[in-house]
């Protein structure tokens, strides 16, 4: 499927299941925490051509590693599926890094992103306490990424910041497992999530220049990779049975 059909794929998903008649429906709001892993390919290139353009020996000491993720959920749940929408965060960087006994050098990679998604799942099997569903998500990022270099010397230290900004679209198939216990709601998510990156633009809305580990195309952000977060929420209301 097309990546910037997942929204769209979301919601049709979500018309499918809106009730007709169902022996119970729930409205349940969340809050998750998990884990988020990022290829990066990009701005792991450019740090290679960070390191090939200076004239000392630095040495990469962090490449955009797996991160906590958090955030909310409002979902819709019936019998054979949900449907909902929420917000989330996660974050990652790099660094280059240069130290002897006259001073040192960093050069960073910061990127923050905020998420806004809906999403939609089909349950797989019957309903034994434990719910198991195949879902979809669809996202919007909202990316920053904030170049921070700093050179120290003696007791001389310059340092600079250069922020960027990207907008990607991703989609996400994932498995669930949800369960409710009275009020308490607990949900188990983990999938693959695919993104069509965007192009990174400086403050005043002029393209970046950084580039790729090619050096013949600029740097994206993409933050591909599996995630996986547990959610733990509360039942406001219960109806149909």
Same mark, same amino acid.
């Given at each position: 499927?097309?990546?910037?059909?997942?929204?769209?794929?979301?919601?049709?998903?979500?018309?499918?299941?809106?009730?007709?008649?169902?022996?119970?429906?729930?409205?349940?709001?969340?809050?998750?925490?998990?884990?988020?892993?990022? =290829?990066?390919?990009?701005?792991?290139?450019?740090?290679?051509?960070?390191?090939?353009?200076?004239?000392?020996?630095?040495?990469?000491?962090?490449?955009?590693?797996?991160?906590?993720?958090?955030?909310?959920?409002?979902?819709?749940?019936?019998?054979?599926?949900?449907?909902?929408?929420?917000?989330?965060?996660?974050?990652?960087?790099?660094?280059?890094?240069?130290?002897?006994?006259?001073?040192?050098?960093?050069?960073?990679?910061?990127?923050?992103?905020?998420? @806004?998604?809906?999403?939609? &799942?089909?349950?797989?099997?019957?309903?034994?306490?434990?719910?198991?569903?195949?879902?979809?998500?669809?996202? @919007?990022? =909202? +990316?920053?990424?904030?170049?921070?270099?700093?050179?120290?010397?003696?007791?001389?230290?310059?340092?600079?910041?250069?922020?960027?900004?990207?907008?990607?679209?991703?989609?996400?198939?994932?498995?669930?497992?949800?369960?409710?216990?009275?009020?308490?709601?607990?949900?188990?998510?983990?999938?693959?999530?695919?993104? +069509?990156?965007?192009?990174?633009?400086?403050?005043?809305?002029?393209? =970046?220049?950084?580039?790729?580990?090619? &050096?013949?195309?600029?740097?994206?952000?993409?933050?591909?990779?599996?995630? @996986? =977060?547990?959610?733990?929420?509360?039942?406001?209301?219960?109806? &149909?049975?």
């Amino acid at each position: 499927m097309h990546q910037r059909n997942a929204v769209a794929l979301v919601l049709l998903l979500s018309l499918g299941l809106l009730p007709t008649r169902s022996k119970a429906q729930q409205l349940v709001g969340t809050v998750h925490a998990g884990y988020a892993t990022f =290829s990066m390919h990009d701005l792991k290139g450019f740090q290679n051509v960070m390191m090939g353009r200076q004239q000392f020996a630095s040495r990469i000491v962090e490449t955009f590693p797996g991160y906590l993720s958090y955030g909310v959920d409002l979902l819709y749940i019936r019998n054979r599926g949900f449907f909902g929408g929420g917000w989330g965060h996660t974050s990652t960087g790099g660094r280059l890094s240069y130290s002897d006994y006259s001073g040192y050098y960093n050069f960073d990679q910061v990127v923050h992103m905020n998420v @806004v998604s809906l999403q939609g &799942g089909i349950r797989i099997f019957p309903n034994y306490g434990t719910c198991f569903f195949l879902g979809l998500k669809g996202a @919007v990022y =909202s +990316n920053k990424l904030d170049l921070k270099q700093e050179l120290s010397v003696g007791n001389q230290t310059v340092a600079d910041a250069t922020p960027m900004h990207s907008t990607n679209v991703a989609c996400q198939p994932f498995l669930s497992a949800q369960r409710t216990l009275k009020r308490l709601f607990l949900k188990l998510d983990a999938g693959y999530e695919f993104h +069509n990156a965007g192009k990174l633009t400086t403050t005043d809305g002029k393209d =970046s220049q950084i580039p790729d580990g090619s &050096g013949k195309k600029p740097a994206t952000i993409q933050p591909d990779g599996l995630r @996986v =977060s547990l959610g733990v929420g509360y039942v406001f209301r219960s109806f &149909g049975h």
